[in-house]
């Protein structure tokens, strides 16, 4: 299940995923705090770091960069997907309510909030599109480029714990990813609690690809989204 949302903002800073992600644990917290503590919290109120079950994108139009800004044209357009129907009511309703969202000196006006139609999957193979590009690491958290050879493997390894925690078990048989037309993106991101300077550097990879499973997984995947960092805006794909 998935929806698409519209807000009115005057321009977005160049890590702009993070206020959506912010927006999401907020809405949460206020629509259902028992469910925000099983997903963001460990523990005795430790942050839980374990992958949850939606992703999201963000698309502008003509977007343009100007000092650490970005420049676009119409609203942004935000796409929110999950297959646990709870997460996905929560964030649905809660937004039905929010008028404006506030995160430091950013603001978004919410304007129009759609419900999505879900595509059909009906075969092992399917042709995907990214609307938010795909980030595949290694264990030592080294990015890997589609040309790697243990890309597959990682993916495989990413899948198969996404699964997991979304449905108590992971992937039927192993998943085959092709590139059609596949382009690297360096995506920069403010991360709180990050050691290393100011901004992360993200490389992942946008563009058109074919990805071969068993059904349930494909269809699960489809909702869930594919890669690391699927809650932080990586990773959503749609069926072309």
Known sequence: MRFLCEFEAKDLP????????SM????????????YRKLFIYGD???????KSYTFAVLLKNPKIDDERIQFEGNVR???????PKILINVYNGLKRLNTFSY??????LKKITLLPQK????????????SPIHIKDKSGKPLSIRDENF????????????KNYRGYGIKKPLRFEPVNM??????????????GEFLYIEAWKGIFKLSGALEDLRDLYELGVGFRRNQGFGMIEVI
């Open 152 to 163: 597959s493997r990682e993916l495989n390894y990413i899948s198969d714990i996404s699964l």
């Open 24 to 35: 999401i644990k907020d809405i949460l917290k206020k629509e259902d705090e028992i469910l």
């Open 45 to 51: 109120d430790k942050k839980n770091k374990a992958t």
């Open 14 to 21: 160049v890590s702009y995923r993070i206020i959506f992600v």
């Open 104 to 109: 430091r000196e950013e603001k978004l006006d």
């Open 183 to 196: 382009k690297k993106v360096v995506v920069k991101e403010r991360i709180s609690g990050f050691d290393k």
């Open 120 to 131: 059909v999957i009906g075969d092992e193979t399917v042709v995907f599109k990214t609307l």
């Open 78 to 84: 935000w796409f929110f997907s999950s297959p646990d």
